[in-house]
């Protein structure tokens, strides 16, 4: 059961041929013998999983029930969950329980019956590209235990590939979906921006953080996505629009798709074999009767220094809130009250964090917003204007969703810049605030995993699923296992 996909276990469970009780202890059963070597999740509590997964099967039996109900999911640690502890990757919230639910959680755990396994390791606040920053540990790639799982959602998706649960929630603030997606061998969706709540969910930058999922099939993905998007009042950034199934189009013929090859994604920045892989792909998508043409996305070389500035800016001013007086750790010996906020934070936070805080405090100081900060978010106008332009000639755009495959554990650690690189072709999704999805399309000679990125433009979440689907159901890359997965 562990290998169906969402909709085989939905009807599974509908027609009683096994309880959500029984595919909890599945997956269980799994965590406790794989996640030692994986460290994709943070926090399990068994007792509670069981308890909801009881309900589920009253709800199944009463014929209460959505598509979702009794399939179980792992929760990023960055969505507060009521009675589970949140900590976001960090010291600062190691001994944080979340005293209410994310609008994520509430919607797919107390309203589809969705059965949480626990809550999935992560990069520290969402800052990484490695899941090497949460100070629980590293997580490993199923693939290769010695290289990373991408970040920031790396716990979500080494999870998901390990088969320690069918699908996981992700937030994606300039990759965080689509790049561990990619390297882990599995398809992720970032929606466009406001269609997720962001409510209980643990800020790192507020205008680019997004909600999302990762699974191994674009069907999985619309149905997961279906259940977690629609307005909330309880955000001011949520968009007020009807609820939307996001797999109403998934079969739809993908002849006379225009698919649109950004020039900038074609040229120096991906190895050879990623690339041959995406080559490969648009011609299997050519051979299903999609057309393809050549656009241009100018600005898109200034999106990752554009990031940079921003998305500190906002983690500097929502991270000021962990101070040691409140909630959240504070240090055990301090003088006064000043050394105690200083102790505090420099005890609570770990290096990348405390990195990216003094980026941000300095880029909106006096005398530097101007030339920073105000100059940052004029790009992020052009760089929307230029996926504007490209989407009046195309439906949808297409390329690598990172320009390597798994690298090797530390790496990159002693160079952020290099590890900022790993989401060159991502950031500028969020920048404009987009839809994109990372798919699989193929396997470097090590037999690691390569992502093929599509962007479509706003609210076109079903176009990109359904291009997705549509590649699915003419290759096999989303269903190889890793060994560990046997």
């Not at 290998?3 to 096994?18: N, Q």
């Amino acid at each position: 059961m562990i290998y169906k996909s969402l909709t085989e276990l939905g009807t599974a469970l509908a027609a009683r041929k096994i309880s959500s009780v029984e595919l909890s202890r599945l997956f269980l059963e799994r965590i406790r013998r794989l996640n030692p070597l994986l460290n994709a999740f943070i926090t399990v509590d068994e007792e509670k999983t069981l308890a909801a997964a009881k309900i589920a099967d009253e709800r199944l039996a009463a014929g209460d029930a959505h598509p979702l109900t009794g399939i179980p999911l792992a929760q990023k640690d960055i969505f507060c969950a009521q009675g589970w502890k949140t900590t976001c990757g960090s010291k600062m919230l190691e001994n944080f329980t979340a005293p209410y639910d994310a609008t994520v959680v509430e919607r797919l755990e107390r309203e589809a019956g969705m059965v949480s396994l626990g809550k999935a390791n992560m990069d520290e606040f969402a800052m990484g590209s490695s899941n090497e920053t949460s100070c629980f540990g590293p997580v490993s790639n199923p693939w290769d235990t010695t290289r990373v799982p991408g970040g920031s959602s790396g716990g979500s998706a080494a999870a998901v590939a390990a088969y320690l649960a069918p699908a996981a929630t992700g937030t994606d603030t300039g990759g965080s979906i689509r790049q561990p997606a990619a390297l882990c061998g599995l398809t992720g969706i970032k929606p466009t921006y406001g269609l997720v709540s962001r409510y209980g969910m643990i800020a790192f930058a507020s205008s680019l953080d997004q909600g999302g999922v990762i699974a191994h099939r674009a069907e999985d993905c619309a149905l997961v996505l279906s259940a977690m998007t629609g307005f909330d009042a309880k955000d001011s950034t949520s968009l007020d629009r009807p609820a939307e199934d996001h797999a109403r189009n998934l079969e739809a013929p993908l002849k006379g798709l225009r698919i649109g090859l950004p020039k900038e994604f074609f040229g120096e920045g991906a190895n050879a074999e990623v690339m041959a892989a995406v080559e490969a792909a648009i011609g299997q998508y050519r051979k299903l009767g999609a057309e393809t043409v050549e656009v241009t996305l100018p600005n898109s070389r200034l999106a990752v220094p554009a990031y940079y500035v921003i998305a500190p800016a906002e983690a500097s001013s929502n991270l000021s809130r962990f101070d040691g007086v409140r909630y959240g750790y504070r240090a055990p010996e301090y003088a006064d009250l000043t050394d105690m906020y200083k102790k505090s934070r420099s005890q609570g936070f770990g290096a990348e964090v405390k990195r990216r805080i003094l980026i941000g405090t300095y880029v909106l100081s006096h005398g530097y917003y101007d030339a920073y900060y105000l100059q940052a978010q004029r790009i992020r106008r052009l760089i929307a204007g230029d996926f504007a332009e490209a989407f009046k000639v195309c439906d949808v755009l297409l390329g690598p969703t990172s320009p390597t495959t798994a690298f090797k554990q530390g790496e990159k650690s002693a160079d952020p810049v290099e590890m900022y690189l790993s989401d060159i072709y991502t950031i500028a999704v969020n920048l404009a605030g987009l839809p994109g999805l990372s798919l699989p399309c193929g396997f470097d000679a090590q037999g690691l995993p390569i992502g093929l990125q599509l962007i479509g433009n706003y609210f076109e979440e079903a176009r990109i699923l359904n291009a997705a689907h549509g590649f699915q159901q003419a290759t096999d890359w989303h269903v190889r296992q890793p060994a560990m997965a046997a």
